[in-house]
T-cell receptor
């Protein structure tokens, strides 16, 4: 079974530039998550989609971050403009059904973003 | 206070040792609990779910104490391949239905020959 795919794997940009990350979840998974993991920290949920609707975006810095999942499958996360403190690994995860509290989340390999 | 707090670590142990990780969570509405493992520069992967009755998977034993809001992970007969960061994870319900995972900072384990 193919896992969660993400691209690019690495990105280096200068502050105030824009960047976009792409995620393709496991086939059939209704729920998709974007996390930010800063070095030395655990992943922090940015946004959760159930099919193509947003379930939780309470920790998404909406002044600069946006995300969409238009057809309920792939998703993109955008940062515009980037700040130094956005340097982190951006992890995408998916689960079969996010409303089941024992549903396992499967993570992609992440995109490592460095903002100079 | 953070939602999920873990032992500061790092833990350096010799092969064959037994090592225990502890975790506390602050929200009594938490519904489910997990340990995830994260290798260096890799994504987190589910190690095991944690049930109220306690559960064991080979050399790994997880315990949950809801009254104390405390979770533990015990690794017996440590192997070099157990070297990784162990993330304590708590699932919280949120207002729009569904659940959100809250991760601890993780505890780093290094098993040495």
């Amino acid at each position: 079974e193919a896992g969660v795919a993400q691209s690019p794997r690495y990105k280096i940009i200068e502050k105030r530039q824009s960047v976009a990350f792409w995620c393709n979840p496991i086939s059939g998974h209704a729920t998709l998550y974007w996390y930010q993991q800063i070095l030395g920290q655990g992943p922090k949920l940015l946004i959760q989609f159930q099919n193509n609707g947003v379930v939780d975006d309470s920790q998404l810095p909406k002044d600069r971050f946006s995300a969409e999942r238009l057809k309920g499958v792939d998703s993109t996360l955008k940062i515009q403009p980037a700040k130094l403190e956005d340097s982190a690994v951006y992890l995408c995860a998916s689960s079969f059904e996010g409303r089941d509290y024992y549903n396992e989340q499967f993570f992609g390999p992440g995109t490592r973003l460095t903002v100079l | 206070r953070k939602e999920v707090e873990q032992d500061p670590g790092p833990f350096n142990v010799p092969e064959g040792a037994t090592v225990a990780f502890n975790c506390t969570y602050s929200n009594s509405a938490s519904q489910s609990f997990f340990w995830y493992r994260q290798d260096c520069r890799k994504e987190p992967k589910l190690l095991m779910s944690v049930y109220s009755s306690g559960n064991e998977d080979g050399r790994f034993t997880a315990q949950l104490n809801r009254a104390s809001q405390y979770i533990s992970l015990l690794i017996r007969d440590s192997k070099l391949s157990d070297s990784a960061t162990y993330l304590c994870v708590v699932n919280l319900p949120h207002s729009n239905s569904g659940y959100a995972l809250n991760f601890g900072k993780g505890t780093s384990l290094l098993v040495t020959p």
